[in-house]
């Protein structure tokens, strides 16, 4: 009876973390909408709650936007907003620089988070993933002697958390995984390793 009830948690637990999470995002989206004016709330249309709308709404905004950026006019209209809020003291450093670190993860350009890295945190001896930005840049490179790398060690099972380090190039190991399975490696506490028959790269 015990070995029977543990299966039966082990299925019932990841399918209620995963429902719970959708109903928090489906409800955190459909919220959006109360930023809406009421005449505008699709009750109001519908004449009744439709739970999950939000989610419609966000997805169609959204879609709409990068459709209007992505032609002559609506590149200008873009340009002309960034002017304005480059006038603006505080939300001009609030907004570029969000700017500039959304432009460089989420670029199909980008070279963020492209490559799985082993390194010694928190101290030597003791092992973790992590993932390579870039490289150190403005004045820092000028106070370091050698090649260093731009590196983020995310904290599990949450990765969205974590701590910026710059690291000699040569104490990293690149990893011949993705960052997918990477990922899944941190957020499962090393539950759910990666299936990869090869080696790590040699050290740089």
Known sequence: MKRYFITGLLIW???GITFYILQFLVSSMDQTLQLLPESLHPRQWLGFHIPG???VMVVFVVFATGLLAANII????????ERILFRIPVV?????????VSDTLFSSSGQAFR????VQYPRE?????????????????????????????????NPTSGFFLMMRKSDVVELD?????????????????P??????????
């Open 125 to 157: 001896g003791s092992w973790t993933i992590a993932f390579l930005t870039g490289r150190p840049g403005g004045d820092v490179p000028n106070h370091l002697s050698g090649e260093y790398v731009s590196v983020y060690v995310p904290t599990t099972p």
């Open 92 to 100: 001009k450093s609030i907004y570029f620089g969000v700017k500039q």
């Open 195 to 204: 299936d990869s028959n090869k080696k790590a790269l040699p050290r740089n």
């Open 115 to 118: 490559k799985a890295l082993l």
């Open 13 to 15: 637990i990841p399918l």
């Open 53 to 55: 709308i939000g989610v």
């Open 177 to 193: 995984m993705s960052v997918d399975n990477a990922l899944k490696y941190i957020i499962s506490m090393g539950v759910v390793a």
């Open 74 to 81: 609506g590149q200008r209209l873009h340009i002309y907003w």
